[in-house]
């Protein structure tokens, strides 16, 4: 006697799952997850947390030298402000580049992609690194019979930071720093187009909101890692 759910039915052309492609399928789709979080969580940290840029030019020597490799905090000036003695890196807060902006060697469509995503330090060509030496309030003066910036009256004698030989006079002047912005200058003072060689821009002053960050550490190269401020 026969079943009335046929079980004379022939099942030799149903199809099995091919397993191995689903596998391939699913390690594709799971890796696909895994590459953009990163690179969402890349940008996140780039745009709120720290940043690399490289070093275009020799301004700030011997503390930075050309080329260098250096990390960026974005949280500490949030969370602290800006101080003085801080190196910071700052967008071109008028036309301090002139039409000659820094020299940007991941200046390409596949470079501009890596620097969004913080895989290459980055330098917009429209970004530069000195030294805070006046905050908001501050009168700076140049200079003493010494040579010495005079900050709030009062003689700055421990800049260990400039480069040995680099002058710091060759600019007169006394400035107010309003409330919201910095002054600032190069730590090789002989070589470096600060703040000084800007009075006729907002008096040379920096404002704060063109503050990326403060300088953290140099990471390259490898036999120059380590902190900067003293």
Known sequence: MSSDFGDDVNTSNIEEPDEPTEKVKGLFRESFTVIVTALVLSVLVRTFLVQAFYVPSGSMENTLMTNDRIV?????????????QNVIVFHDP??????????NPYNSVIGRALQLVGIVPANSGNDLVKRVIGVGGDTVECCDAAGHIIVNGKPLLNETYIKPGSRTDQVKFKVLVPEGSVFVMGDNRGNSQDSRFHLNLHDGMVPLKDVVGRVAVKIWPLNRMGGIER
Do not use: E, F, H, Q
């Not at 960026?72 to 402000?81: A, D, E, F, P």
């Not at 008028?94 to 020299?103: I, Q, R």
């Open 72 to 84: 960026v905090s974005k949280i500490s000036t949030r969370l602290t402000g800006v101080n003085r």
């Open 94 to 103: 008028s036309t301090w580049l002139g039409d000659m902006p820094a020299p």
